[in-house]
């Protein structure tokens, strides 16, 4: 693929979130960019997210997950949570993560964050080398108009200011 091809999608910019699942006791957060609404009526949200991440199967089993919309102070929790797995780091004590528990599913939410949104899965797709999950918001909470995003753009995340 020609690397002009590349740096263009790169200009595509997103919100880097993460997305949480919880499957008995074991829950689990993984950075994701490849995030989007898709929806308006239902209000539906799509995850991109590789088999191969611990978070996939969790979701595919349990039919739920959370997206916590990261802050722009929170590069090295998008750092940490998107280089290593739940498979071997209990990523939340590990970040000491705060949590608190949602309304309509039992993937917890996260203190600090922009939003969590709870999304329980209508549909899911593969898409190349990723599987989309669709999901229904059915409950949210969202902190001051103020709090700055993380955003990805040009392979680097920064805040936009
Ligand atoms: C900024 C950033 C964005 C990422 N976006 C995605 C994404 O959209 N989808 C995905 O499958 N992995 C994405 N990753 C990689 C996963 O977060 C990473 O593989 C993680 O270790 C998977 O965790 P898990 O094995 O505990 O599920 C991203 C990583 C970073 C640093």
Redesign the pocket.
Known sequence: MAVEVKIAVNTLIWP?CLVGAKENDKH?V?????VSQVSANPLLVMV???PG???HDMIVRTGEFMVSVLSAAQQEV??F???????DVDKIARLNLQTKPAEAISVPRLSGCVANLECKVTGQHTAGD?TLFIGEVVAADVAAADVQPLI?YRGK?VSMR
């Open positions: 880097v689990n993984m950075t994701a960019a490849w991109s997210v590789a991440r611990y978070s998008s750092t949570c998107g280089s290593r797995s739940g498979r990723h990805m995340t």
